[in-house]
């Protein structure tokens, strides 16, 4: 089934996940502006452009998702969702200066092994 997808296909279910995981950073990011819980502090969160653009990206990702679906089974496009696993700890690294260990790269690959196996 994997070889039958279009190129779209493809690019919505590894750039889903990537806009799913770019938008987890960006929310990383809001929280270290993020006050005290209170109604003033939410307001000027709601107002963060980091967080606006964060909530962009899940929407863009959710409506490319949908059209995914339209194509593929979910039970086969789910498993790629199991890429953000993959993708978060990257973006974290590059923009957030977080480190990557070899157990995070011992992960990855079972995380994509997994996914061959489900889809292969």
């Known amino acids: 089934m994997l070889s039958n997808l279009s190129v779209s296909n493809w690019l919505g279910l590894i750039g889903t996940p990537l806009l799913i995981a770019s938008g987890q950073v960006l929310f990383k990011m809001t929280s270290a502006t993020a006050g005290e819980l209170s109604v003033r502090n939410l307001l000027a969160l709601f107002l963060n452009p980091v967080l606006v653009a964060a909530l ?3 929407g863009l990702g959710t409506i490319i998702w949908i059209y995914v679906l339209k194509a593929v089974p979910l039970t086969m496009a789910y498993s790629f969702m199991g890429l953000t696993f993959c993708f ?13 260990t070899l157990r995070y790269a011992i992960g990855a690959v079972f995380i994509i092994a997994g996914m061959l196996a489900i889809n292969g």
């Open 56 to 58: 962009l990206l899940y």
């Open 88 to 100: 978060v700890p990257l973006l974290a690294q590059v923009f957030l200066g977080e480190a990557l």
